[in-house]
């Protein structure tokens, strides 16, 4: 492993693997693998994209951003970033519509992102997930769903969700009869595990860098009980990192790898 530094947070990241020969000749007489299209006849994947442009607010940010790995927002403050990971994340951030201060304020950033996730809404039928990367993200998508849809029409999954009452919300949703009808989640909590088989659209407001996760967070709806096919739209802003990232995603790219290698600039270019 070698250990990384990101802003003022460090961790280990694995470059490599030992003994792989001999662990495999260990557990090969106890396990077998089978791969999920092996074995189960499930309905296919259809993917497709939403793009949309950057307003005025959001063009400056981005710009500044994307230059200098610092912004400047009128009243508010500075944005900076210390390593190309962060200054992604920030440039993501602004995509979404709000900015992370140095002071650790958040201000909400004018965006097409929102009417458009609304718009994608209106032309689909039954129960939806959607994901998002960032927790501004997920609060504000739960706001506007439950001004128009009513509150019993959401429920946030995240690392705030209560763990008493997240098995809950998996039963109301599974439930063809419920309310519930957006499940508005984060694929780091709600990507493993769970059982979402009622919906047959999951959209992506924001994406994240990890692949595993982003193929985590697909199969909840894409698992035994499917009898439809699932389909993923990716809302992004056009000409932005968020191309990127989901070009590399949709490639079965480790993100956060290729970033950390020597021609991690070419992310922000």
């Known amino acids: 492993m070698v250990r990384r530094n990101l802003g003022a947070h460090s961790f280990n990241q694995i470059v490599g693997y030992q003994n792989l020969e001999e662990l495999n000749s260990i557990i090969e007489p106890f396990s077998f693998r089978v791969r999920k299209e092996d074995c189960l006849d499930l309905p296919d994947k259809v993917y497709t994209k939403r793009t949309v442009e950057l307003t005025p607010e959001q063009k400056i940010l981005y710009e500044q951003m994307k230059r200098a790995a610092l912004a400047f927002i009128a009243d508010e403050g500075m944005i900076s970033a210390s390593t190309v990971l962060t200054q992604i994340i920030r440039l993501q951030q602004v995509c979404s519509g709000f900015?992370?201060?140095?002071?650790?304020?958040?201000?909400?950033?004018?965006?097409?992102?929102?009417?458009?996730?609304?718009?994608?809404?209106?032309?689909?039928?039954?129960?939806?997930?959607?994901?998002?990367?960032?927790?501004?993200?997920?609060?504000?998508?739960?706001?506007?769903?439950?001004?128009?849809?009513?509150?019993?029409?959401?429920?946030?999954?995240?690392?705030?969700?209560?763990?008493?009452?997240?098995?809950?919300?998996?039963?109301?949703?599974?439930?063809?009869?419920?309310?519930l009808r957006f499940f508005v989640g984060q694929p780091r909590t709600g990507g493993y595990g769970l059982t979402l088989t009622q919906a047959k659209t999951v959209i992506y407001y924001s994406n994240g860098y990890d692949l595993e996760i982003r193929l985590q967070s697909e199969d909840r709806a894409h698992r035994i009980g499917q009898t439809n096919k699932v389909t993923y739209i990716d809302i992004v802003a056009e000409k932005t990192i968020d191309e990127k990232v989901l070009k590399a995603l949709r490639n079965k790219i480790n993100i956060s790898t290729q970033v950390m290698a020597e021609d991690h600039k070419e992310w922000i270019i």
């Open 99 to 179: 900015a992370k201060l140095d002071d650790g304020r958040t201000v909400e950033v004018p965006t097409n992102k929102l009417n458009e996730l609304l718009s994608t809404i209106e032309e689909t039928d039954g129960k939806v997930i959607i994901w998002g990367n960032f927790t501004h993200d997920l609060i504000i998508i739960e706001k506007e769903l439950t001004k128009k849809y009513g509150e019993e029409s959401t429920e946030l999954f995240y690392g705030e969700t209560e763990s008493a009452y997240r098995q809950k919300i998996v039963e109301d949703f599974q439930d063809p009869d419920n309310p």
